[in-house]
């Protein structure tokens, strides 16, 4: 047997690449349902259905914009920072990892130049805020676009909706 090939057999046959093979299989199941569903934005009934892009969006997030266009204030809701919603939240819509923005509001506050959003403990308690709150906005897990799943509406279709 060639030398290379008894070298070949021997990482193959090693149990801890087995084991890292079993693990990252592992850390992918687990990952996959998290990143299942997309986010989705939800506002206030007073608010038009045009969607804000990925800008605006981020405006309101950041607290630079602080008005709707019609000069009303913007209520921005969010999940706590541990969420994986938030997480997912961050990091598609509005394209930031969780820890820039918590960091942001932290230096608003400190500074004394602004609020951080009000932060909710669920995402039924999200929806309830949000309906009941004059101008504001905040995001939910969405529908569920995994493969296979039940059919829903499309997050796609319908990106911004008033809560039920």
Known sequence: ???????????AG??????????????AAAVAPACAAAVEIIVSPDRSAAPPDRDTLRAMFTT???EWPDGEPVRVFVMPDDSPVHDQF???????YPYVLRQLWDRLQFTGTG????TVRSEAEM??????????IGYV?????????ASA????????????
């Open 127 to 136: 929806r309830q805020r949000v309906k009941s709150t004059p101008g504001a």
């Open 115 to 118: 609020l951080p959003p009000t």
């Open 153 to 164: 509406p499309s997050a796609a279709a319908r990106p911004l909706r008033t809560p039920q």
């Open 141 to 149: 897990a969405g529908v569920d676009i995994r493969p296979g799943a």
């Open 14 to 27: 090693c149990p801890v690449v087995a084991l890292l093979g079993l693990l990252l299989l592992a850390l």
């Open 64 to 66: 630079r914009l602080r």
């Open 1 to 11: 047997m060639p030398a290379y090939a008894a070298s070949r057999m021997s990482v």
């Open 90 to 96: 961050c990091r598609e819509q509005l394209g930031i």
